[in-house]
């Protein structure tokens, strides 16, 4: 955007904040402590500017409006204690791989790119044996309905314009293979299972579902979700934190593309990967 198409920008959101105030020109010079011809030279249709940075702040106080929004560098109008509401909030969960937030986030993004880097192995590729071993014990959420919930998940997941990046621990992957911690219950013929349906899914929806492996050495991270450029969800166990931020939505993504850039194994090879475990389970 160049100073000119942002100038314009500002005029029309603050034409709207003085509206959405009840407010005219006078209210909004004496609120600001602005002379009135540099208010009526903001609105100019003819030749829109941008105030100083003195003026700015005047004018996003006086009207109780975020100085960003104004400027169009966020999409959140409110002052900055409600933006901070607005940008970050708290989703709860009830231990379930796909609950009504995720559903709601998927759809939204259906059609731009997901990333993902899931807690253990990602839910969208287990099998219903795998699934069904995980929620054995849980008391919020039955198997079967863990289980069902992945299946819509998987379905939209299908859908021809589905683009999803999945980023997850090589050594995380090949600890399941081997049964060690969590996994310690489950047979090995569920284990082989999981992994030949997996490197299935992962050489069959290629490119559409592209998995990355980094070493857990060299990289780490939590549990999140980027839905394309409005969501991002961090997982902290039985509930969510939701950023709508775009610079905390660009945060989480560059963070992502760092695991990316330095996989060790590659998302073309992850398919192959995944079924030489299988194999030797």
Request: aromatic residues 8%; charged residues 25%.
């Amino acid at each position: 955007m160049d100073k000119r198409e942002r100038a314009e920008l500002f005029r029309e959101r603050l034409s709207d904040a003085i509206r959405s105030r009840d407010m005219n020109r006078s209210d909004l010079a004496r609120g600001a402590n602005l002379d009135r011809s540099t208010v009526s030279q903001l609105l100019s249709e003819e030749a829109p500017r941008l105030p100083n940075g003195q003026a700015l702040a005047s004018i996003s106080t006086a009207l109780g409006v975020s100085a960003d929004w104004l400027l169009g560098l966020s999409t959140h109008r409110g002052a900055a204690a409600e933006i901070l509401d607005q940008a970050v909030q708290i989703a709860e969960t009830d231990r379930h791989p796909v609950d009504e937030h995720l559903l709601a986030w998927y759809r939204d993004a259906v059609g731009a790119k997901i990333r993902h880097v899931p807690a253990n192995l990602p839910d969208v590729l287990k099998t219903d044996a795998v699934l069904a071993y995980e929620y054995a014990g849980e008391t919020l959420r039955t198997a079967d309905q863990a289980i069902t919930g992945t299946r819509d998940q998987r379905a939209l997941l299908g859908r021809a314009e589905s683009d999803m990046e999945i980023a997850l621990s090589k050594e995380a992957l090949e600890a399941f293979a081997r049964g060690e911690g969590l996994w310690s219950g489950l047979s090995p013929d569920e284990r082989r299972e999981q992994l030949e349906v997996m490197g299935k899914s992962l050489s069959d929806l290629y490119p559409s579902l592209r998995l990355h492996l980094f070493g857990a050495t060299d990289r780490y991270s939590s549990p999140f979700t980027v839905f394309g450029q409005k969501w991002a969800a961090l997982y902290l166990g039985q509930r969510y934190l939701a950023f709508s931020n775009t610079r905390h939505i660009q945060l989480f993504a560059s963070h992502f593309d760092d695991l990316v850039r330095h996989a060790v194994v590659r998302s073309h090879e992850a398919g192959a990967f995944v079924s030489r475990l299988a194999e030797d389970v």
